[in-house]
């Protein structure tokens, strides 16, 4: 006890008492407490949980099904030679909501057009994944086809173990040779784009933007000019004054 006669031990010993009992807590609190656990992603019950399709390879088998149906379904059903024989070529909900005979009438969901391509197997793959498949095919105009060159995205469908057409859009229309250069893709074939009209946004409008712009750009160098103007002025009048001083 002798040793805490003084203030300065009594000090001290103070001090390393509280540094021991905030090691002690920190210690305890390392020991108590729960450890880190590697986090899980949970979904509650009845969600939908994103799946991501796993992609196949694009074997020969799998083009050939492509050519095959491409090469019966364009000329029945696009060029609209014989659409009933294209009937057993797509799935049922390509043709929900249409009959046989609307179907072999030709009132089918798919844009008529007379194609000129030799055949048709010069597509290019968007995807293959073990039952659905989607490819590009761009069809030129033949003669008396007021249409310009077509693309469409075709979607098959692997169904009781064969290939089946489940869609065959439009996806960009190109203008004909003879009209000016215009391209329409997939936005130009909504229902809202189909009422616009012709849509053309006058030059004037523009002339509104520029203004803004130019006042933007001369209203600042203005102000400078007016600026330096006074201050030249003022350095004259300063120096004149000295002038007639001396």
């Known amino acids: 006890m002798a040793l805490l006669d003084s203030p300065r031990a009594r000090r001290r010993a103070i001090w390393i008492v509280?540094?021991?009992?905030?090691?002690?807590?920190?210690?305890?609190?390392v020991?108590?407490?729960p450890r880190g656990h590697q986090s899980r992603e949970s979904f509650r019950p009845g969600a939908q949980v994103p799946v991501v399709e796993r992609t196949v390879p694009m074997t020969k088998a799998r083009k050939q099904a492509i050519d095959?149906?491409?090469?019966?379904?364009?000329?029945?059903?696009?060029?609209?030679?014989?659409?009933?024989?294209a009937l057993p070529l797509v799935t049922q909900?390509?043709?929900?909501?249409i009959s046989d005979s609307e179907w072999r009438r030709g009132d089918l969901p798919v844009l008529p057009y007379r194609a000129s391509n030799p055949s048709?197997?010069?597509w290019t793959l968007n995807y293959s994944y073990p039952d659905e498949m989607s490819v590009e095919l761009l069809l030129h105009p033949a003669r008396g086809e007021t249409l310009g060159a077509q693309a469409f995205t075709?979607?098959?469908?692997?169904?009781?173990?064969?290939?089946?057409?489940?869609?065959?859009?439009?996806?960009?229309?190109?203008?004909?040779?003879?009209?000016?250069?215009?391209?329409?893709a997939v936005p130009d074939y909504t229902p809202q784009m189909a009422?616009?009209?012709?849509?053309?946004?006058?030059?004037?409008?523009?002339?509104?933007?520029?203004l803004v712009l130019a006042l933007i750009v001369l209203v600042p160098i203005g102000i400078?000019?007016?600026?330096?103007?006074?201050?030249?002025?003022?350095?004259?009048?300063?120096?004149?004054?000295?002038?007639?001083l001396d």
């Open 18 to 29: 509280g540094l021991a009992v905030v090691v002690g807590g920190v210690s305890a609190a």
């Open 31 to 33: 020991v108590v407490l």
């Open 68 to 85: 095959e149906i491409l090469d019966s379904f364009v000329p029945a059903a696009v060029e609209r030679h014989d659409p009933g024989s």
């Open 93 to 97: 909900s390509f043709r929900a909501g």
């Open 120 to 122: 048709f197997h010069a």
């Open 154 to 184: 075709a979607v098959l469908k692997l169904a009781h173990g064969r290939w089946l057409l489940d869609s065959f859009v439009p996806s960009a229309s190109f203008a004909p040779a003879s009209n000016p250069s215009r391209i329409k």
């Open 195 to 210: 009422d616009r009209g012709a849509g053309a946004l006058s030059a004037k409008w523009l002339l509104l933007p520029a």
């Open 224 to 244: 400078g000019v007016a600026k330096l103007r006074r201050s030249r002025r003022a350095w004259r009048e300063y120096h004149a004054g000295e002038a007639r």
